[in-house]
Nanobody, 119 residues
Framework: QVQVVESGGGLVQAGGSLRLSCAASGSIVSINTMGWYRQAPGKQRELVATITRGGSTTYADSVKGRFTISRDNAKNTVLLKMNRLKPEDTAVYYC?????????????WGQGTQVTVSS
């Protein structure tokens, strides 16, 4: 069993910053890619950023230059630093971790954390 838990969401004014954290725990052999997705009301869930175990990153065009993803492999955690936030960044942010357990490899999602950016 693997648990993925996010924290750090909240309300911020446009131009402000927030930091999201995510921790994976449980029967973990190793974690491959970790990342963040978001879903705004009435829209599909979309990729925000991902990071491999080796540190390679990808970002959605809409967040490049504003968001930074990082991870701590020893702690099974991933961070998302969000700067110069815009109202269109408002969404529920979900953490995902591709985890190898004794039973195999699967993707695990967190419950999500709300980020609201006021104009």
């Amino acid at each position: 069993q693997v648990q993925v838990v996010e924290s750090g969401g909240g309300l911020v004014q446009a131009g402000g910053s927030l930091r999201l954290s995510c921790a994976a725990s449980g029967s973990i052999v190793s974690i491959n890619t970790m990342g963040w997705y978001r879903q705004a009301p009435g829209k599909q869930r979309e990729l925000v950023a991902t990071i491999t175990r080796g540190g390679s990153t990808t970002y959605a065009d809409s967040v490049k230059g504003r968001f930074t993803i990082s991870r701590d492999n020893a702690k099974n955690t991933v961070l998302l630093k969000m700067n110069r936030l815009k109202p269109e960044d408002t969404a529920v942010y979900y953490c995902i971790a591709t985890v190898a357990t004794p039973r195999g490899v699967d993707a695990y999602w967190g419950q999500g954390t709300q980020v609201t950016v006021s104009s």
